[in-house]
């Protein structure tokens, strides 16, 4: 575990040492905004939903925003009840807000990667573009000193898990709809 620690305080020392602009401190308080309560990805479902054609995409999105919340917000972090970075090294500046929650994982990374995972299979175009967001987020937080790197890499294997799950849930509701005929 220290090994881990080691690198990952190499990591945001490495990106607070030499990437730090005064261009990005003005731009990642907005991506990670965009994160934040996973409120794109809330958004990018409820126009799903509204939208006939796309019903059952917002249903498979929605799916996977709330499996983020049970497994990764309400359990794990709570479970593991890791110290975020700022609140370990308070010498750094923070761009935002200091988040009170647990830093394991990151709720960002992983609504954002379960998000990406529905998008792509739904339509690979939008999926690159979600992706780019992803990861733009995903750094954000590292950026703004609020997460460690293996934080991040939580929230993109839990991501990718709780995506390829939504999906393979979605399918077999579907499934099961199709040929259950209605009592009507």
Same mark, same amino acid.
């Given at each position: ?8 305080? !190499? ?21 990670? /905004?965009?994160? !934040? ?23 498979? &999105? #929605? ?5 983020? $919340? ?8 709570? &479970?593991?009840? @890791?110290? @975020?970075?700022?609140? $370990? ?6 761009? *935002? ?8 994982? #990151?709720?960002?990374?992983?609504? !954002? ?10 339509? @690979? ?6 992706? *780019? ?12 000193? $609020?997460?460690?790197? !293996?934080?991040?890499?939580?929230? *993109? ?10 999906? @393979? ?6 499934? /099961? #709809? ?7």
């Amino acid at each position: 575990m220290e090994t881990i620690l080691n690198i990952d305080n !190499s990591i945001l020392d490495f990106i607070q040492t030499y990437m730090r602009t005064d261009f990005l401190d003005k731009v990642f308080p907005y991506i990670t /905004k965009l994160g !934040s309560g996973g409120f794109i990805w809330i958004v990018i479902a409820l126009v799903l939903l509204f939208n006939k054609k796309f019903r059952k995409d917002g249903i498979v &999105l #929605s799916m996977s925003l709330i499996m983020c $919340v049970i497994i990764g917000n309400m359990t794990l972090k709570p &479970l593991i009840a @890791r110290i @975020r970075p700022c609140d $370990v090294n308070s010498a750094i500046n923070l761009l *935002i807000k200091r988040p009170t929650d647990f830093s394991f994982p #990151s709720g960002h990374t992983l609504s !954002s990667v379960a998000s990406t995972v529905v998008i792509f299979h739904m339509n @690979r175009k939008l999926g690159i573009g979600a992706l *780019i967001l992803t990861v733009l987020i995903a750094f954000s937080r590292l950026y703004l000193y $609020v997460h460690y790197p !293996s934080d991040i890499l939580g929230g *993109i294997i839990l991501g990718l898990f709780i995506g390829a799950l939504a999906i @393979r849930l979605g399918k077999i509701q579907l499934h /099961k #709809s199709t040929l259950i005929p209605s009592d009507k």
